[in-house]
Every structure is written in structure tokens, then in C-alpha cells.
């Protein structure tokens, strides 16, 4: 893996997990010192972040990792309501029903885990990683799916904001069981309006959220890590 993949791919993870916070400043020195590399991929590295809107421009600090306001989130998600109701709708037309009824049956057993103390939490979120790429290859529509690609990218950033809640985290097992039940089943309709039921109850988890866990930015470290 070249050098700058490297951190590029470890500033993101940084970033999505709330690791490195809003405001926080990516100085080209230390990140350099911290993967014990060049500035020039470390650039190289700030600039897919800037270019995916994880990272801004931050005029007398160089480049900081970007902020998140409650009307980023609503703009996301009106997306969001638009890709996912029309993959849901496809992926119903043009699925796999053996995947999705299994899919289903997986993230069903989870449910009642998320409840539970020293739940994998990151296990349910690879199961809905895992959900997303099999709607993907379901709707066989790759400007589609380019598209969901990096808009998924923020929306992982918002979505653990919800961590902390396990219910809200059940609830939104349960909601992704339903969905995949009804894909499976080639219900053009359930699919959509169960994808929109989930879509609902997710902007409302994460705009309940209290804004200081996460609207504020973080203080003025020249670095992380």
C-alpha cells in the first residue's frame, strides 16, 4: 500500500469514528512524525480528505478536519431518502432472495443482543456494511451505487452518533431486518416504505443527540495521535 493510501485511509477511519473532532487541525509536521513518512503523501492524503469533505481549508491553520451542523445532517439525509427509497425499489426488482432472507435472519438474531452488556456493536455495523453491498450488486446500477458510495461516507460519520443508544441501535436492527425481508420477498413497495420508516427514525436519533457531543469542535490541538 503506497504511504499515502496508508494515512489517507487512517485519517478517515479517525475522522468517521469521532477519533479526530471537528476543528481539529491536520498538521502536515506531525501527521508526518505520527506515520513516520514524507510531507509529500501526507499532502497527497489531506487532499482526498478535503476532496471528500471529511477535511476544509481553514484559513491561518492550515487543514482541519470539516464540521457538522444539524443542517449538513438534514441535507444528507434528503439524499439519502432519494438514493436509498430508489435502491430499495430495485433491489426488490432484481435481488437474490437466498441473500437477503439470510441477511435478514442475521440481522433479526442481533436485535435482541444490541440490549445486552459488551455487545459487538462493531459486528452490527459490518452486518449493515455488508447489507448495503448486497443492495448494491442488487440493483445492478453502478451510477447508482457511485453515488451511494460517497454519500455513505459521511452518512457513517453521523451514524455513530447513535452509538451510545441501544435501543435507537435494536430499533434500527429491526428496521434493517425489515427491509431485507421485504427485498427479499420482491416487494417493490414494503421495501420502500419500510427503508423510509428507517430513514425517519434515524434523523430523529441523531438530531436528539445532545449538539455539544458533537457540533462543538474540538479544542485547538495542533494534532491527534
Not at 68 to 92: G, H, M, Y
Not at 121 to 147: H, K, Q, S
Not at 181 to 192: C, F, I, M, Q, T
Amino acid at each position: 500500500m503506497r504511504a499515502s493510501d496508508r494515512a489517507y485511509e487512517a485519517l478517515r477511519e479517525d475522522i468517521v469514528e469521532w477519533r479526530l473532532l471537528p476543528g481539529q487541525v491536520l498538521g502536515e509536521v506531525e501527521q508526518s512524525e505520527r506515520f513516520g513518512i514524507s510531507r509529500t503523501p501526507i499532502r497527497e492524503a489531506l487532499s482526498r480528505l478535503t476532496a471528500d469533505g471529511l477535511a476544509e481549508a481553514h484559513r491561518g491553520r492550515g487543514v482541519v478536519v470539516s464540521q457538522v451542523s444539524l443542517e449538513d445532517v438534514r441535507a444528507l439525509f434528503e439524499l439519502r431518502e432519494a438514493l436509498d427509497c430508489r435502491a430499495a425499489r430495485l433491489a426488490a426488482r432484481r435481488r437474490d432472495p437466498v441473500a437477503f432472507q439470510e441477511l435478514a435472519a442475521e440481522l433479526e438474531a442481533v436485535v435482541a443482543q444490541l440490549h445486552g452488556p459488551g455487545t459487538d456493536r462493531a459486528g452490527y455495523y459490518d452486518l449493515v456494511e455488508r447489507m448495503d453491498r448486497a443492495i448494491d450488486e442488487a440493483t445492478a446500477n453502478p451510477y447508482l451505487t457511485a453515488a451511494q458510495r460517497s454519500l455513505r461516507l459521511h452518512l457513517a460519520r453521523v451514524r455513530k452518533l447513535s452509538r451510545t443508544n441501544p435501543d435507537r441501535l435494536a430499533r434500527a436492527a429491526a428496521e434493517h431486518a425489515q427491509i431485507a425481508r421485504a427485498v427479499a420477498e420482491g416487494s417493490e413497495e414494503l421495501a420502500e416504505a419500510a427503508t423510509r420508516v428507517h430513514l425517519a427514525n434515524s434523523l430523529q436519533a441523531v438530531l436528539t443527540t445532545p449538539v455539544r457531543e458533537w457540533v462543538q469542535p474540538a479544542p485547538p490541538l495542533e494534532a491527534a495521535g
